[in-house]
């Protein structure tokens, strides 16, 4: 029995006016750009020393030559899809290659520690499911042993919905699970106060 463990990080390619658009009705896109650009870093310095394999997940084209160092980071483009889509056929990918435990996160999430995903994957040791639940309905984090493809399906994505909707299903299907401490994803002007007051 394989114990290896993938940390999966979703990410945008940060182009001008592609990413944090809802932050950029407010602040304009390149402001935009630039708190999107702080967001992945912060990400990075997060993730880089936590001791299992990571992936990043573009959502347009590989970025060799970036903040994501080749030796820590392997990197692919996101599958075909919606949301919830894109991320059920990337734990169904990391399944066929024989993780036994893998945790999806984003990179909107200034108050994500590197305490609290290694915490995901402790977690996973003894519960099936481990969720970071978001401050907005939604969750920055997802971790499992094995896919539970219900828990991408029938999701109004980018809701309030998504943490109940999801937190319904795991237990409708009687998964044991965990839940991290709750934080604030950053996808409006007031979020990004709600950081600075942490």
């Known amino acids: ?33 630039e708190i999107y650009l702080h967001l992945l870093e912060h990400t990075r310095k997060v993730t ?48 066929e290659e024989e993780y036994a435990s893998v945790v999806i996160i984003g990179s909107d999430c200034l108050q994500l520690t590197q305490e609290i995903v290694a915490q995901a994957f402790e977690e996973l040791k003894t519960h099936e499911v481990v969720i970071g639940p978001a401050l907005d309905g939604g969750y920055y984090l997802l971790g499992m042993n094995r896919l ?10 980018s809701t309030e919905h998504v943490f109940p909707d999801t937190l319904q299903d795991v237990q409708r299907l009687n ?14 002007v007031e979020d990004l106060g709600q950081e600075q007051s942490q």
């Open 1 to 33: 029995m394989t114990n290896k463990k993938l940390l999966m990080l979703f990410v945008r390619n940060p182009e001008l006016g592609k990413v944090k658009t809802r932050l950029a009705a407010a602040v304009g896109p390149e402001k935009a750009l």
């Open 48 to 95: 880089q020393e936590v001791p299992v394999e990571k992936l990043v997940y573009y959502s347009n084209e590989v970025e060799q030559d970036d903040l994501w160092p080749n030796e820590h980071y392997q990197k692919r483009v996101q599958p075909a899809g919606e949301l919830g889509e894109k991320m059920e056929a990337s734990f169904a990918a990391a399944f």
């Open 148 to 157: 539970h493809a219900d828990l991408f399906r029938n999701k109004q994505w």
């Open 175 to 188: 998964l044991s699970y965990a839940l991290l401490p709750r934080l604030s994803d950053v996808d409006y």
